[in-house]
């Protein structure tokens, strides 16, 4: 075989790699999942995510809702494009998650926070995962709760790997000084 069909195979394999890692990103930001503490509710959070190309941001919601979980709370985890993501009352908290692209949310974040129609008095956070210090799409999203007259009280942007969402403390920590 010459060079440039070894080459070819080789591009149409990444392609290929990359198709199958966008659809799994899809199916699992249509997806939720009900987490409830052992003992006694002390409160409602909603985790909105997308879970991007690693799932690194959906690795980080479920660290976050383990806290929550340990705390008393009741949690829904929800994929951004899932039904359930879209409806914010009966909560006490909101946070939204994206990894980063082009140094800002991805698009199904955003256009989720677009449609966003808040429920009163519910608390926000946002966070981000992005691989660079220049890369601050958590104050995006921030600013698009902001402009529905929401008060974000938590805006985080944490620093990744590829391969996923890392240190399970920081998460830990973020819901911490959320509550």
Known sequence: MDILMILGVFIGL???????????????SKSSHFIKPSGDIRGKALIVYDPGFTGGTRTAAIYMAEELKSNGYEVTLAGVRSAVALNTSGYDLLIVGSPTYGAK??????????NLKPAENIITAVYALAGSEDQDSNTIMAQALEDKNMKVKLSTKFGHT???AGDKNKYSQFIVRLL
Request: hydrophobic content about 55%; overall charge neutral; proline content about 7%.
């Open 14 to 28: 990444l392609i290929l790699i990359m198709i199958i890692s966008w659809l799994i990103g899809v199916i699992r």
């Open 162 to 164: 590829v391969w996923g």
């Open 105 to 114: 949310p991805t698009g199904p974040v955003e256009t989720y926070l677009n």
